[in-house]
């Protein structure tokens, strides 16, 4: 699921890094349900929630990353999933 992400985090911080802005950053993104992915959403503001069922990875989890603007207009992430045992140790 968090590779499924990756790409939304890198077109959120490109966009971010070209308006100066997490505003818009996210609009027009939109998470296809393919594989391990069950559904998901980018907001305007470049929030990424992207989630799983028991049926493709064998639990329900969900992983929500959210961007922040750090010094010199750098996008830090910030990751928090459900359950926890089941999300990546950076979402921990």
Do not use: Q
């Not at 968090?2 to 490109?14: G, Q």
């Not at 966009?15 to 609009?27: M, P």
């Amino acid at each position: 699921l968090m590779l499924a992400a990756s790409s939304f985090k890198t077109s959120v911080a490109e966009k971010a890094a070209t308006d100066n802005s997490l505003t818009s950053a996210g609009v027009g993104l939109t998470v296809s349900v393919v594989g391990k992915v069950t559904s998901g959403s980018v907001t305007d503001a470049g929030v990424i929630l992207i989630a799983g069922t028991a049926a493709t990875v064998g639990t329900a989890v969900t992983l929500t990353l959210t961007p922040s603007l750090g010094a010199g207009g750098t996008v830090v992430w910030s990751c928090i999933g459900t359950p926890t045992k089941f999300v990546p140790a950076a979402c921990r």
